[in-house]
């Protein structure tokens, strides 16, 4: 037992060894985004805070694998945009997974949906939001949940900020510290507030909020696939009511 907990101790996420980030104890700078969310709506609002002037929903890539001509497997990254209009289907903030990798013909439909952001999204995000505000240092919420975080740092005795649905972790650092989580976290957002990033778990993309001309230069990033949203618009399973009007197209969840 005790060479499992050596073990593991080594092998979880320790914010204070393993990246520039602390975590935070005293939760008052976090306290802003709850009354700002909407829940049990199950719309944009139950994610991103409301209140800005302008909202995007990011897609996280899809991945195809396959065995090349040398004998070498690799992955393919394939957008949410491509992969819609290439099975002819409308691209458009709502489209859900299933609806736009559906298709009678069925083509080659990529392996699975990521759960985070490109390493490249998040180049793109980091520097384009880093340009929205005044501010050198960000916060991040990280959700409890993750079984990668290691107990003596993540230990009983801290708090964490409490949501409708979610626990979550308060930690600071720099702006740039967003690639050293091994998860990507749940919110991020620098200290004068100019835009809040918002990622659920159960979700395969994440919400900007922002600034009129922050959100619209993401929205001109072609490797970032973002749409405009709303706080209104539905973020629920049947949502895609474009590209499948009678609700024929079956969901996972």
């Not at 394939?78 to 409308?90: F, K, P, Q, S």
């Not at 985070?116 to 939001?129: D, V, W």
């Not at 960000?138 to 009983?156: I, S, T, V």
């Not at 619209?216 to 009007?245: C, F, H, K, Y």
Request: net charge negative; aromatic share 12%.
């Amino acid at each position: 037992m005790q060479e499992y907990e050596e073990w593991r101790h080594l092998h979880t996420w320790d914010p204070g060894r393993d990246s520039d980030l602390s975590i935070v104890h005293d939760l008052t700078a976090a306290h802003w985004i709850g009354p700002l969310l909407t829940p049990g709506s199950f719309n944009v609002s139950m994610t991103a805070p409301q209140g800005y002037e302008a909202f995007a929903r990011i897609f996280f890539p899809f991945e195809h694998g396959s065995l090349g001509s040398d004998g070498q497997w690799s992955n393919t990254q394939i957008r949410w945009t491509d992969l819609a209009r290439a099975n002819g289907w409308v691209a458009h903030a709502l489209m859900e997974r299933e609806t736009i990798a559906h298709t009678s013909e069925t083509p080659a439909v990529p392996d699975s949906c990521s759960w985070s952001l490109s390493p490249e999204q998040q180049e793109m995000l980091q520097a384009i939001l880093g340009r929205h505000t005044t501010s050198t240092m960000g916060w991040f919420l990280l959700w409890e949940g993750f079984g990668n975080l290691n107990e003596k740092a993540f230990g009983p005795r801290v708090p964490k900020v409490v949501h409708d649905q979610r626990s979550y972790f308060l930690l600071r650092g720099p702006l740039d510290s967003y690639r050293q989580f091994p998860d990507d976290p749940s919110y991020w957002w620098p200290d004068d507030r100019a835009w809040c990033l918002s990622t659920d778990t159960d979700f395969s993309w994440s919400y900007l909020a922002g600034t009129r001309g922050c959100v619209d230069e993401v929205l001109q990033a072609p490797i970032a696939d973002a749409w405009e949203t709303v706080p209104d618009n539905p973020a629920r399973s049947g949502m895609d009511i474009v590209n499948d009007p009678t609700g024929a197209v079956p969901r996972s969840s």
